[in-house]
């Protein structure tokens, strides 16, 4: 009996065809070179010897298209999950985008000040919006929020106590905790109260020599409810102001603009939570704000000033990038209609319910005359990340006839991914989550990767 494997075509057969000619004018020999023998090995491996000249070039040109694949990648986000943590949080608007165009395609002012000539800094960028905008004496803007907080007590309670509620020492996404993120710090973290009741006397009674801070960590990704008490910002400002202590508040969520007329409560915004008497209010960049991954502390201008001459600040600067884009959307919270137009996090948290199933059906129309069977349903969408964790927001989904689990398999494997859920055996793309700009590049998607 003959072995199949000797068959195998050689190395340099392959690139001498025309496909893999074709595919060398295209990509570095070196990818070329490397799928030609990624496919002869898993031939080989196969026993797959029998190959046309076409399947051998679709085998290769399958390997090439992989391996040159960008790692990070753009994916419809149709699960209904506004903020998705895995999906990159907030998407940014127009004018963002083409503000990180600008600076990214030369040299800027990062650290330059154009006025004087001399040296700037790049802690000037954000502050004057940031200041207009949530009525804060000053403002620095670190890479995320846990920096933020790992910042402010490594400078105010370096090796000092620091007093949490046990109701707040929350775990927030990929597993990091509260407590382990302050620890880090330097600080000791102290627990007072109970899980679901904390009184003013607990902080009174913990409160020592050795005390620098009281923390309050706002609980957006969960709620307590029933037998339950909780003690306010302003108070524990008004206890605090007692013994000369700092209050800093972990608001997380970065709210700017209030929701109550959308349905949307619960949640308090920048300004409210810095007219509450915190000392330091911290918030983060891509979550309710809509602009790109940042930690902000706001606050008294005398502690953010030492703040910024903390060693940890460099360590946990951001670049032109971010500062580009969190100034460009900062920017359009200065007329709040445009905010809510151009916004996508807020367009998607207050777009009309009805709107949404417009756009739903408009959408199946096209998969249906694409040839598939697709259907519109009714369903509800979430925040996400760590923000109006009870909100449910009425939305449209288009539902695939097929099996559930093999549809999504293969629109996860799509150009470019499209991401839905399985609810109850169907699968489901939720077009809340899903902006009008990019219906067509859906459409193409999911005809693609069915038909």
């Known amino acids: 009996m003959s072995d199949a494997r000797r068959e195998l075509p050689s190395v340099n057969s392959l690139l ?28 080989r491996s196969s026993g797959d010897a029998h190959r046309t000249e076409e399947q051998w070039i679709e085998s290769i040109t399958s390997v090439v298209r992989r391996n040159t694949q960008s790692s990070l990648r753009r994916v419809i986000n149709a699960t209904g999950v506004v903020l998705h ?79 949490v509620s046990r109701g707040e020492l929350v775990e927030i996404g990929g597993s990091f905790r509260i407590p382990e993120i302050m620890a880090r710090s330097g600080a000791k973290l102290v627990e007072v109260g109970t899980t679901n009741r904390t009184h003013d006397d607990d902080y009174r009674r913990a409160i020592t020599p050795k005390t620098g801070a009281i923390v309050k960590v706002h609980r957006s990704n969960f709620t307590i409810e029933g ?22 508040h972990d608001l997380g969520s970065g709210l700017i603009l209030p929701l109550e007329a959308h349905g949307l409560t619960g949640e308090p915004t920048a300004s409210a939570a810095l007219a509450s008497g915190a000392t330091l209010v911290l918030m983060s960049g891509d979550k309710l704000l809509g ?59 207050t777009e009309p319910a009805a709107e949404v199933e417009s756009r739903a059906r408009t959408v ?74 990019e219906h067509a590049i859906l459409c193409r998607a999911v005809l693609q990767a069915l038909s």
């Open 16 to 43: 001498e065809t025309s496909g893999v000619r074709s595919l060398l004018a295209h990509h570095p020999r070196r990818v070329v070179l490397d799928a030609v023998r990624s496919a002869v090995d898993d031939a």
């Open 85 to 163: 943590t895995n999906l990159g949080r907030a998407p940014l608007s127009e004018v963002a985008i083409r503000a990180i165009e600008e600076a990214a395609g030369g040299f800027s002012n990062l650290e330059y000040d154009i006025e004087t000539g001399q040296r700037g800094s790049r802690y000037s960028h954000c502050v004057g919006l940031l200041r207009q905008l949530c009525g804060a004496e000053d403002a620095l803007v670190v890479n995320n929020c846990a920096a933020a907080i790992v910042l402010s007590l490594n400078t105010l309670a370096q090796r000092k106590e620091v007093l």
């Open 227 to 248: 037998f339950t008490a909780d003690v306010s910002v302003e108070r524990l400002a008004f206890i605090a102001a007692e013994h000369g202590l700092p209050v800093i």
């Open 291 to 349: 602009g790109p991954q940042a930690g902000i502390i706001l606050g008294a201008s005398s502690v953010v000033a030492k703040l910024r001459k903390n060693p940890f600040a460099r360590a946990m600067r951001v670049d032109k990038l971010t500062l580009s884009a969190l100034e460009a959307t900062l920017r359009l919270y200065l007329e709040p209609e445009r905010a809510l137009k151009e916004i996508p996090v807020l367009v998607m948290l």
């Open 364 to 437: 199946a129309r096209t998969l249906t005359d694409g040839g598939l069977a697709a259907g519109v349903t009714a369903t509800s969408s979430s925040v996400g990340g760590g923000a109006f964790p009870t909100a449910e927001i009425p939305s449209s989904a288009i539902v695939l006839e097929g099996n559930a689990a093999e549809l999504e398999d293969k629109l996860r494997r799509a150009d470019p991914p499209v991401i839905g859920r399985i609810s109850d055996g169907k699968l489901l793309l939720d077009l809340r989550t899903v902006l009008a700009r």
